[in-house]
T-cell receptor, first 112, second 113 residues
Framework: GESVGLHLPTLSVQEGDNSIINCAYS??????FIWYKQESGKGPQFIID?????DKRQGQRVTVLLNKTVKHLSLQIAATQPGDSAVYFC???????????FGGGTRLMVKP | KAGVTQTPRYLIKTRGQQVTLSCSPI?????VSWYQQTPGQGLQFLFE???????NKGNFPGRFSGRQFSNSRSEMNVSTLELGDSALYLC????????????FGSGTQLSVL
């Protein structure tokens, strides 16, 4: 089946800096994308989503960018805080389904 | 509103046994999905239930099954457990309209010895 960014890199940033987490997806039919944050011992927590008819969406301190031409998704976190330390997953789905395909995740470490 | 509740939180079983995991969705949510999370394979979709019917199914063997009750609560069952079934099993609920955010529980950590 299609896969989304199967690897677990680590991103280390200084507190207060901006963070950018990237994700490559391979299913060109995907029309809905979500970013999740998972802290140790917890389930994934919804951060922000974007539909394929948009290329940018902003939330509180977070922005998601979607580039359908190169099948790339990114999550930008402004003024990164220690509480942002977690593993971040992108996920995609298509055809109005709830069957999410998850990427491998990126570990974000915030240095005080 | 209470979040998605999964029980039990931890479970230890031996090979060959069977196990049943439970999930209570957020009140008003009619869709329940199950995911398996392992260090090697990451998060993988098992199946989704909506209005007591399986709506989608992932690529898992028939040993993995589930069901949903009229109150939207769901259970998943794994029969003839194998060592490789050791994983965090996550349940997620949503309204059921599709292409919508899923809300996850904290999961059941299953260890198969």
């Amino acid at each position: 089946g299609e896969s989304v960014g199967l690897h677990l890199p680590t991103l280390s940033v200084q507190e207060g800096d901006n963070s950018i987490i990237n994700c490559a997806y391979s299913n060109s039919a995907s029309d809905y994308f979500i970013w999740y944050k998972q802290e140790s011992g917890k389930g994934p927590q919804f951060i922000i989503d974007i539909r394929s008819n948009m290329d940018k969406r902003q939330g509180q301190r977070v922005t998601v960018l979607l580039n359908k031409t190169v099948k790339h998704l990114s999550l930008q976190i402004a003024a990164t805080q220690p509480g942002d330390s977690a593993v971040y997953f992108c996920a995609e789905t298509y055809n109005a389904g709830n069957m999410l395909t998850f990427g491998g995740g990126t570990r974000l470490m915030v240095k005080p | 509103k209470a979040g998605v509740t999964q029980t039990p939180r931890y479970l230890i079983k031996t090979r060959g046994q069977q196990v049943t995991l439970s999930c209570s969705p957020i009140s008003g949510h009619r869709s329940v999905s199950w995911y398996q999370q392992t260090p090697g394979q990451g998060l993988q979709f098992l199946f989704e239930y909506f209005s007591e019917t399986q709506r989608n199914k992932g690529n898992f063997p028939g040993r993995f099954s589930g069901r949903q009750f009229s109150n939207s609560r769901s259970e998943m069952n794994v029969s003839t457990l194998e060592l490789g079934d050791s994983a965090l099993y996550l349940c997620a609920s949503s309204m059921g309209q599709g292409n919508e955010k899923l809300f996850f529980g904290s999961g059941t950590q299953l260890s198969v010895l």
